[in-house]
Every structure is written in C-alpha cells, then in structure tokens.
C-alpha cells in the first residue's frame, strides 16, 4: 500500500518519506524555521505524529510530501498538502537547513512536484498559501510563475492565496 | 502488501478511511480519549492524530483498523509500534453509545489472532491507564494478565501479556 515514487531533477531527487527522514523532520520542526508551517515543536512524540501524518496523506489521498534529498542527503520537503481545514490542495516546500536555502533548491524541487500533480493526479493551477511575514516562500512562488490571488486564513492565520499558473509551463 | 479486511461474527474491520474522520473527531475530541492522548485542544490537532493513525498503516502495514458494525463505526482496534514503545501493542478505542455489547472484546480478539497468525507477532501486550478500569476489563476478558507497571509518554502504565499463540488455556479467547 505505500507508494514509492522517485522523481529525479537536475540536482535532486524526490521521493516518497521513508521512516529514516524521521531525525531530518524532527529537528526541522523543533527549530524557527517551522514558524510558519506548524511549529517550532518541542514534544518528541508530537513531532513523530506529525511526521506519521505525511505518511497517512499518501495513504488516504494518493499523493502527499516528497522528501527532497540532494547526493543522498535529505534537505527538505515538497509536494501537495491537502488536509480537511483547507479550501483545496496546496503545493509546499520546507528547506530544512538555511545553509541549503538561496541555491534555488525550492524552485525547483516545487516545479517538479508541481509538474508530478499534474501528471498523475491532474492537478492543475494549485495553490500555495503563505503567511505574509514569509519572504522566502514569497520570493520562492514568484519565481515559479504564481500570483497572489487573495487574502484569507488557514488555520485562523491570515495567508495569502498564490495560484500557481499551468503545470506545463 | 494488501489491504487486509478482517470478520467477525457482527463486525467488520478495515483500514481506516477518510470517511471515519467525523466519527473519530468526535472519539478524540471528547473524554472518552482521556486515556489514549486525548482530549484533543481542537480539529487540527485531532486531524494530524488521525492522519498519523492512517499513516501507521502507510508505514508500517499494521496499525489501527476501524471496527464497523452495520456499516457504522463503533471503534478502533489494531496493533501500533511507535518509537518510544517497548514492543508492539494490541490496542483499542471505542466510540461513544456503543459500550456494553462487547464489541472491543470481539475485534480485539479478531486482531490478535491475525497479529498473532499473518504478522507473526506475539504474545502481544497491551498499555493500559492504572485507572482505565473499562479496559483493563477487557484485557482480562481477552485473557491478558498484567505484567509489570511502566511509563508511557510520560504517564503511568500497566503492561498487561496477552496469551500466546499456541496457549491453550483460555480457548474461549480463540473462539
């Protein structure tokens, strides 16, 4: 029942979560990098629970976050997140370490998720909601072709909605 | 692996589907949870629980079936192994209304033996609250004996042994 699904781009390659990404994810999520996406966590078992969760949206809808791993080494997670509180499935990325950040990592891990969406799922013109204060992730959908389409909340924060243009281009 | 769907003489259990998400929303946000993590401060949080519950399975391909009388769910029964548990765990968790009928003791015996016979795990044990006498019940229907006190996530714990496989003692319990 688990899927595994590998998607090579120029410099990384995507596949689906493994049980060892487990320490990766973790410290991720207990550090302020996770601001914005659920943390900083400090409890151990809440952090595995979440990790478990990823592997539960592969189970139940198909398709969920890739581990991004560069030369072997997992550097972050990307792909469709589409929980019941969400307006609809939103394409994400989460560098883990800001030492791999501004090497255009995102970019193109998210182009390939984007593009797998489409592929596989016919996905298309996906969302990314970001927070306002996130620069990075801003300056990240911008380069990927998106545009703001309105403001609203998830998870009682304010976002904003980027639609993303069509998964081809 | 395949998804297994387990039968009993009134129930049956399957993997867990988005469909069971108002039913087990309502288990985890209540109460009743008191003894397996909850209650749960609000939807998301109830959401990734159950999310992780459905990723058990993803990852590990055992975990915690939905136990389904006349099609409703009634409950969770199933085997979970997390990290800071010693051994896997025969576990149970049953919805509000359906108490008394003896449906965790009918599918938890169902999932001991398939445990016991297609994951060839065993004898199994089960964590239970010192003051969770409804299920500490139910071990002792099942034929499981408390054998030592521990902590779990920081809580007490009884360990309680199931029988194992080839235990004859308490046949009723293989019926």
Known sequence: MKAHI???????VLRTPEEEDFDAVARFMAS???QFVGGPRTDRFDMWRGFLSQFGHWGLRGYGMFTITRKGEVIGRTGLLNHVMWEEPELTCHIFDAGEEGKGYATE???AARLWAWEAHGLNRLASFVHPDNGAAQGVVLKLGA???????????PVHLWRHPEARQ | MTKPVLHTERLTLRLPLQADWPAVRAFLCSERSAYVGGPMEDENAAWRAFLASAGHWTMKGFGYFTVLHNDAPVGRVGIVEHPAW????????LFDGFEG????????TAVRDWAYGTLRMGPLISYIHPDNI??????????AQVERETTLLGGPAQVWRHPSDDDDGNPEAYA
């Open chain 1, 6 to 12: 590998s998607i090579a781009t120029d410099r990384l």
């Open chain 1, 32 to 34: 302020q990098r996770a």
């Open chain 1, 109 to 111: 891990a998210m182009r």
């Open chain 1, 147 to 157: 545009v703001p389409e309105r403001e609203t909340t998830l998870l009682g924060r």
């Open chain 2, 86 to 93: 010693d051994e896997p765990e025969l576990g149970w968790q």
């Open chain 2, 101 to 108: 009928q003896g449906y965790v003791t009918e599918a938890a």
């Open chain 2, 134 to 143: 409804a299920s500490q019940r139910v071990a002792q229907r099942l034929g």
